[in-house]
């Protein structure tokens, strides 16, 4: 799989760097990416004048599994006027069909002056919103998102919302664990908006910086198989359990205890959606004495049962 950013002059560099870095973050972490940066000309100058040279070349093909990043730009309209941009705009249109395209902030209007959106819900910078709402009525712009999924595009709104967006996908595609882990290392806060996709109990209580809770949610998530105990977990992080709870509360809202039921019912999910294992073999998986009691915490969270999430993604 290779992650093709496509630049053009005037590009905003944390538009560029904030979705790269977590693509370096999950290669880290061995995700299997390779990174390539493109452009109708071999160099050029970003806003504010840092210089990149010797780029590659736009690719004549591309395969199936391969992400676009189109990174937004300084004064967008004018911008993309420009020979480099026009060169990239036909670039788009002739080579690009079902690949992954991952759009920031101006990044959207490059993508619908390409055809790209044509059809779809989209999101943009927010002084960008009604101008492209007038360019490109074929398209859906939203506005008050984060981020915006349909199809194989997923649009963000500008500068550091394309980080929400680039951990959302990383995090969809190859497992929220690794989400979960960058965002850790980032120091990110997950943010979304009332029509976002929602979190998963992976990345929805990682939104804190208290090292020894990390710690303990990392121990939980690598062996959800496991029972702990208060005390255990409480040994984990050297702290008190009295400690142990207090701080689960403030930072998390809930206790370890719901913390331990969440993690289980999300991997269980996992199971569900994307094998055929019985539901016996789920609860076994997720450290269940019984699938009847795995059932009723299974529906206490979900307010589904087992059998009832899983027909959602079989027909």
Known sequence: MTIYFVLVPDTLP???????????????????????????????????????????????????????????????????????????????????????????????????????????????????????????????????????????????????????????????????????QIAQEMLVYFRRTGQDPQLSSWLQYRNHMHRGIHKIQDEICNNVEKNYSLEQLANIACLSQRQLSRLFSLHLGISPREYLQQIKVGYAKQLLQHSNHSVEHVAQSCGYSSSRQFRRIFAKIVHQSPQQFRQQYTH
């Open 14 to 180: 944390l538009d560029f760097a904030g979705p790269l870095q977590v693509f370096l973050e999950a290669r880290r972490l061995g995700v299997s990416l390779d990174i390539k940066y493109v452009s109708a000309s071999t160099h050029f100058t970003f806003d504010g004048g840092l210089q990149l040279n010797n780029l590659d070349t736009l690719p004549t093909s591309l395969q199936s599994e391969d992400i676009i990043v189109l990174p937004g730009c300084n004064n967008a309209v004018s911008a993309y006027a420009t020979d480099a941009a026009q060169k990239t705009i036909r670039w788009l249109k002739l080579v690009v069909s079902q690949q992954t395209v991952l759009t920031i902030c101006s990044g959207a209007l490059i993508a619908a002056k390409a055809g790209l959106l044509n059809g779809k819900s989209c999101t943009t910078h927010y002084q960008l919103i009604d101008k492209m709402r007038t360019a490109f009525p074929e398209s859906q712009i939203l506005d008050n998102r984060i981020f915006v999924e349909d199809d194989n595009v997923i649009s963000s709104a500008g500068i550091s919302s394309g980080i929400d967006m680039a951990l959302y996908y990383v995090s969809s595609r190859f497992g929220e664990h690794i989400g979960a």
